[in-house]
């Protein structure tokens, strides 16, 4: 009886803490209402938009903001905006679009599946998108693969030619996000 006892005590104790991380890796996304807009020195040639979920270790934001200065620095004006934000609301206008957030799990997080769900990005008008996710280790295919397969079905036919990829945490991080940044504008 003692066993029975302890072991739906540590069912119990296993599933509170499996809720609780979810909520609590949802609340940072909230938490992402910020927006900047970054100019160029020179004449502008576009504006583009960089939408992150920061996470709980600010990795993404890192990302995001290093994808947001190469455009920058390429001559386009961008909007940096966290998830949850107004600007990350409406994509119309820009002819760079850039989403992404920590990768748990194998898959992106739930406010950026939402945000790429609701997103409605006609390709064939010339924009660009591109999707990356962030975590631990070096990126392998299989981290491609199911950043694709987390993609929702409503928005995976807006975004098929989307540059996808994931920037692990002990990669050089300006080196991937110069890669990342060369294959969305070639």
Same mark, same amino acid.
Not at 50 to 57: A, K, M, N, R, W
Not at 62 to 70: I, P
Not at 128 to 147: C, E, L, M, P, R
């Given at each position: 009886?003692?066993? =029975? ?5 540590? =069912? ?14 949802? *609340? ?8 900047? !807009?970054?100019?160029? !020195? ?8 960089? =939408?992150?979920?920061?996470? *709980? ?21 961008? !909007? ?12 119309? $206008? ?5 989403? $992404? ?7 992106? !997080? ?33 981290? =491609? ?42």
């Amino acid at each position: 009886m003692f066993k =029975i006892i302890l072991i739906v005590f540590a =069912i119990l104790i296993i599933v509170v803490v499996a809720l609780g991380a979810i909520v609590f890796l949802d *609340l940072a996304a909230y938490a992402a209402t910020g927006k900047q !807009t970054l100019t160029p !020195t020179g004449t502008s040639i576009g504006k583009a938009l960089v =939408i992150y979920d920061p996470g *709980l270790s600010g990795t993404s934001k890192n990302v995001a903001d290093k994808v947001a200065s190469d455009l920058q620095t390429r001559g386009y004006i961008v !909007t940096l905006a966290g998830v949850k934000s107004s600007a990350a609301s409406s994509v119309d $206008g820009y002819e760079i679009i850039v989403i $992404g957030g920590p990768v748990y799990a194998g898959a992106l !997080t739930s406010s950026i599946k939402d945000a790429l769900g609701k997103m409605a990005i006609s390709q064939g008008n010339g924009v660009k998108v591109g999707v990356f996710g962030s975590g631990q280790g070096a990126t392998s295919a299989d981290d =491609i693969t199911q950043i694709k397969q987390s993609i929702p079905a409503s928005s995976a036919d807006s975004i098929l030619e989307a540059v996808i990829v994931k920037i692990g945490s002990g990669e050089d991080l300006n080196s991937r996000v110069q890669d990342f940044v060369n294959q969305l504008l070639s």
